[in-house]
């Protein structure tokens, strides 16, 4: 018999090996964590997966696995009128899901279908229209049944009746009108569909997706680059209908060398980044991930793929240098090649992290710029402290620069700092207060949901202290620096819907405050259409404002291109309704449209 052994959270299968003549095997090695799972296949007998098991650090000596014989599922597959459907996959997905999941096969060219190994269990039959792998767009659950050990069936027939005869077509341009050859379309259904297939402009452009059923797709032109899938433009379209015509941005490259001061020797180790002045994309340098980089090159080169078009500022920082900052100008569609960056020599930015009592605080992060991503996600610090509380920043741009310093026992600190400086920066972290409570919707304890404080009295105005909902609905917030602040409480609904609630609480130095929130979910659903006047909307948002000032809650969801908007459980009252979106305008530049108004919403 075949074996597969596998450990630890992520159930990977890691190890495998065959029984002996007389079935015996051992696994030998370091003692994994976590579940373990031993998947035995031969052949005539059921691929059932044993587990989960807890091995001990002294192993286990007399692990005995029965295998019990195979169920075989087989039948014919045939269109409404009752034509064999050759080359489709057809899929047995268990109603409890093993850790090897489901047992599938694919149609002959008389539609015929054989599945063996198959284990006892109630199965969704799937059909699945095509034989490449991966969920079609089109899959459909076509049938329940229920297998017992060793049983046989094989008069299984299958219908699926579903017309792939609409096509969505169109054609990709620039800014400029000019056609996108060689970009990925992608398609994949509004409702039931998590594969993704895409097809290919051709010279002048165009695309087209054949085979489709009725039903709504979403639709997007997308790049992918260094395993990152790069959004050019998305659309959701109803199959069948008007053409479907994408103007998207070309993005460019950028390539070039570092080198020293005498303009010829290169840098070998270096970290760049680039700022887009014109869509102020980040504040600061080195909080935008996919545009910055660490580099190793015998010959300092640099290269950065999927580059939009405008001002943009390219930052290098090296050991022993002097950070600098060099602007440049970039054109859509446009390369930039053969930059070449010279660095002077420079020496460190000293500092030291420090209480309110002058104490020095160890293993502390300092921060060059911001301490979050714009998508709530940490920064990584540029240094920690050491025993002495001291730090050094190496190569930092010249200029006013922001430093800040986090520390688990006390609220963060930031400063400003002019570079070049031959002092001692110092960072004071004051002693910071908790906010703490319990977060109720509709009676129960929240679970999943996030409280955030906005720092708008700092020189980061995008800077945010976030926490978690526990799995018990309480949360702890802190510590932050004595003072006044908007905390945000917010609840994550089905269908990508949140509702926020903010509280204006004074934090105290040193005490812990307790703010208990709750939210009612009302009865009503406020819906309509996201339309723009300007073709090609990409992406926008709507949210509903209790109308006035106080407290209250807030209902809002994002929208991916033009289409249905739809707002559930929300409570009576009048609320201000505001949206924004942004669209291409040609000649490389978006534009950012918005929409205020207000409703009245009534008891349900």
């Known amino acids: ?123 969704e039959v799937i059909v699945n229209p095509t034989d490449e792998g991966g969920r079609h767009p089109n899959f459909r659950v076509v049938d329940t049944i229920e297998v017992s050990t060793a049983e046989r069936i094989d008069d299984l027939k299958l219908v699926y009746d579903v017309p792939l005869d609409l096509v969505i077509a169109g054609r990709v341009t620039d800014t400029f009108g000019k056609p996108m050859p060689g970009e990925r379309v992608g398609y994949s259904p509004v409702e039931g569909g998590s594969y993704s297939p895409h097809v290919v402009t051709d010279e002048e452009g165009y695309y ?78 080195f909080t935008q991930r996919q545009l910055s980089q660490k580099v190793h090159s015998t010959e300092g080169r640099f290269e950065f793929e999927m580059v939009g078009p405008g001002s943009l500022e390219l930052i290098v920082r090296a050991e022993g240098y002097q950070g600098k900052i060099v602007s440049v100008e970039v054109t859509e569609g446009d390369p930039l090649d053969d930059l070449v960056i010279q660095l002077e020599p420079g020496d460190a ?52 620069l922001v430093l800040a310093a986090a520390h688990p026992d006390y609220a963060y600190g930031v400063t400003l700092v002019d570079v070049p400086n031959s002092g001692v920066v110092e960072i004071l972290l004051p002693e910071g207060g908790n906010v703490e409570g319990m977060g109720w919707l509709d009676g129960e304890a929240v679970s999943g949901g996030q409280v955030s404080v906005k720092m708008s009295d700092t020189p980061h105005r995008d800077k945010r202290l976030m926490k978690r909902f526990e799995a018990d609905g309480t949360y702890t917030l802190g510590p932050a620096a004595e003072g006044e602040y908007e905390i945000y409480y917010s609840v994550n609904l089905d269908g990508g819907m949140r509702m926020t609630l903010v509280k204006n609480v004074y934090i105290e130095g040193g005490k812990t405050s307790v703010v208990d929130v ?47 908007y739809q707002l559930e459980h929300v409570a009576p009252g009048r609320y201000t309704v505001e949206a924004s979106a942004s669209v291409p305008i040609g000649n490389g530049e978006n534009q950012r449209l918005s929409y205020i108004g207000e409703i009245i919403v009534p008891g349900s």
């Not at 941005?249 to 014109?278: K, W």
């Not at 502390?364 to 709530?376: H, K």
């Not at 920064?379 to 050094?392: K, L, M, Q, R």
């Not at 723009?532 to 709507?542: A, F, N, R, Y």
């Open 1 to 123: 018999a075949h074996l597969l052994f596998g450990g630890g959270t992520g159930i990977y299968f890691t190890e495998k090996m065959e029984t002996d003549a007389q079935g015996n095997f051992a696994f030998k090695g370091t003692t994994p964590t976590g579940d373990v799972w031993i998947h035995a296949t031969k052949e005539r007998l059921s691929h059932e997966p044993y587990g989960p098991l807890v091995i001990p650090e002294e192993g286990i000596s007399e692990l005995i696995l029965t295998m019990k014989p195979e169920a075989v599922v087989a039948g014919t597959l045939v269109d409404g009128k009752g034509k064999p459907i050759p080359r489709y996959t057809i899929s047995l997905d268990p109603e409890t899901q093993t850790r090897m999941g489901g047992f599938s096969g694919k149609t002959d060219e008389e539609g015929k279908f054989s599945i063996r190994g198959v284990i006892a269990s109630t199965f």
């Open 518 to 564: 709750e939210f009612f979910s009302g009865s009503t659903i406020v819906f309509g259409e996201f339309q723009s006047s300007v073709e090609g909307m990409q992406w926008g948002g709507v949210r509903l404002k209790p109308h006035g000032s106080g407290e209250g809650v807030e209902y809002g969801m994002g929208i991916r291109g033009e289409g249905m």
């Open 349 to 400: 930015l000293k500092g030291r992290v420090v209480n309110a009592n002058g104490v020095a605080i160890p293993n502390a992060p300092v921060y060059l710029g911001a301490l979050m991503y714009y998508d709530g996600s940490p920064a990584s610090p540029v240094t920690t402290t050491d025993n002495e509380g001291n730090f050094e920043v190496t190569s930092p741009v010249p200029g006013e």
């Open 208 to 285: 087209r997706i054949e085979g489709l059923s009725e039903g709504q797709y979403e639709v997007d032109v997308y790049r992918s680059s260094n395993n990152f899938h790069h959004t050019l433009g998305e659309k959701v379209a109803l199959a069948g209908t008007d053409p479907l015509d994408f103007m998207v941005t070309r993005y460019t490259t950028i390539r070039g060398r570092v080198v020293r001061e005498d303009g010829e020797t290169p840098v070998d180790d270096f970290d760049i980044a680039i700022t887009n002045q014109d869509n102020k994309q980040w504040y600061e340098a």
